[in-house]
Each structure stands twice: as structure tokens, then as C-alpha cells.
């Protein structure tokens, strides 16, 4: 199995310029997220969802959009990058149960210059 | 936002060291996962506790989480250069929907020395 995939790996941008991260797995898990980590902040949640179709906020959503049109795929937009936006992604899944184990992908590597 | 609490930040010992780290809040968990993190991958779940006063092995590793379900600890014993990495706890707080939507630690970032 592949598990959660993202792309790109790496990706350096412009300010102002958009784009969007990819996220898919394929272990049917019906919770997806999108964290960014940051050096001395540990993780910090973007957006959820719950299920295809339902999406929310997280604890820093500004500056970013998601949707979840498909149970597989939960791609992340950032609409006119900041530098404050450069920071590592990580998109997770996992089962909607109590105590349910995330599953991370290798993350997005980006750099707004 | 209900805020993690975790210590150290760094850590650097010698092989064949014992070492804690320790995650706290003021807040109730309803769970807390322990995760370890290496350079360009993202975390991977070491194990889950749910029940307060629970202690949980897992080799050189034991973690516990308190009575009062409100603090986690990782103890190391005799730790090895392959124990080198980013750990990180993550709770679930009373209340919410838990699933999934997790709180980090700021994380420790372990160097164990040959």
C-alpha cells in the first residue's frame, strides 16, 4: 500500500503566487488533515475533514483552502503565498475512531520567497 | 486552544543513557499518542494510551500516562544511537471530537551519541 502520498516534495514560490498541494491515500480513511510544522511549534492543524464533501478549520487556517470532493484526494491551496507560509506540510489520515492513529505523508517542502 | 506542554525541547545524550520526556496540560486527554519523527518523513505512531495510571512497553521504551489523565511521559532506557530523532505527543482533548484531531507537542529532538 502507499498509504497518504503528497506532492511536491519540494516547492519554492513567490510571494503572491498560488498553489496547490496534493494529498491522496488509499486506506479509505474517512479523516484527513493538513498540519504545518515549524521549528519549536511542533505541528499545527491548517484544516480537517471528516468525510468527502465536509471540511473545517483547524487552529491556523488563514491564508489557505481545502475540499474534499473525493474520499482519497484532500489538496491544500494557498491562494497568494506569504513568506510566512514557508514551513513544512504534512497531510495525515486515519479512521474516525476514538484513539485512531494518524498516518502522515513524507511532507511538502516549501519556500515563499 | 488547549496547549500542550512539552519538555525537553533538546536532548543530547550518550549511548547507553536513560532519558524522560514529559508532555503535560491543563486540560483533561481523552488520549494521547506518541509519535517519533526522522529528517524528511513524516511522524509515525509509537503507541496510543487511553486509560489514566496506564503504562505502556514497547522494548526500551515505557510510557505512562497520569492518573488525572492530564500528563504523558517517554522513558528511554539505555538508549541507542538509532533512537535518534524527533519525539512528539499528541492529545485528544476531552470533549471534542477526538478523532484525528490532534494536538502537538512542541517536540524533542533527541541525539543519542555512539
Known amino acids: 500500500n502507499a498509504g497518504v502520498t503528497q506532492t511536491p516534495k519540494f516547492q519554492v514560490l513567490k510571494t503572491g503566487q498560488s498553489m496547490t498541494l496534493q494529498c491522496a491515500q488509499d486506506?479509505?480513511?474517512?479523516?484527513m488533515s493538513w498540519y504545518r510544522q515549524d521549528p519549536g511549534m511542533g505541528l499545527r492543524l491548517i484544516h480537517y475533514?471528516?468525510?468527502?464533501?465536509?471540511?473545517d478549520q483547524g487552529e491556523v487556517p488563514n491564508g489557505y483552502n481545502v475540499s474534499r470532493s473525493t474520499t482519497e484526494d484532500f489538496p491544500l491551496r494557498l491562494l497568494s503565498a506569504a513568506p510566512s507560509q514557508t514551513s513544512v506540510y504534512f497531510c495525515?489520515?486515519?479512521?474516525?475512531?476514538?484513539?485512531?492513529?494518524?498516518?502522515f505523508g513524507n511532507g511538502t517542502r516549501l519556500t515563499v520567497t | 486552544t488547549q496547549l500542550l506542554e512539552q519538555s525537553p525541547q533538546f536532548l543530547s545524550i550518550q549511548e547507553g543513557e536513560n532519558l524522560t520526556v514529559y508532555c503535560n496540560s491543563s486540560?483533561?486527554?481523552?488520549?494521547l499518542q506518541w509519535y517519533r519523527q526522522e529528517p524528511g518523513e513524516g511522524p509515525v505512531l509509537l503507541v496510543t494510551?487511553?486509560?489514566?495510571?496506564e503504562v505502556k512497553k514497547l522494548k526500551r521504551l515505557t510510557f505512562q500516562f497520569g492518573d488525572a489523565r492530564k500528563d504523558s511521559s517517554l522513558h528511554i532506557t539505555a538508549a541507542q544511537p538509532g533512537d535518534t530523532g524527533l519525539y512528539l505527543c499528541?492529545?485528544?482533548?476531552?470533549?471534542?471530537?477526538?478523532?484525528?484531531?490532534?494536538?502537538f507537542g512542541q517536540g524533542t529532538i533527541l541525539t543519542v551519541h555512539p
Open positions: 495525515a489520515s486515519s479512521y474516525r475512531t476514538e484513539g485512531s492513529p494518524l498516518h
Open positions: 486506506m479509505n480513511h474517512e479523516y
Open positions: 475533514s471528516v468525510g468527502a464533501g465536509i471540511t
Open positions: 486540560s483533561v486527554f481523552s488520549s
Open positions: 494510551v487511553v486509560t489514566g495510571g
Open positions: 499528541a492529545a485528544a482533548f476531552a470533549g471534542g471530537t477526538s478523532y484525528g484531531k490532534l494536538t
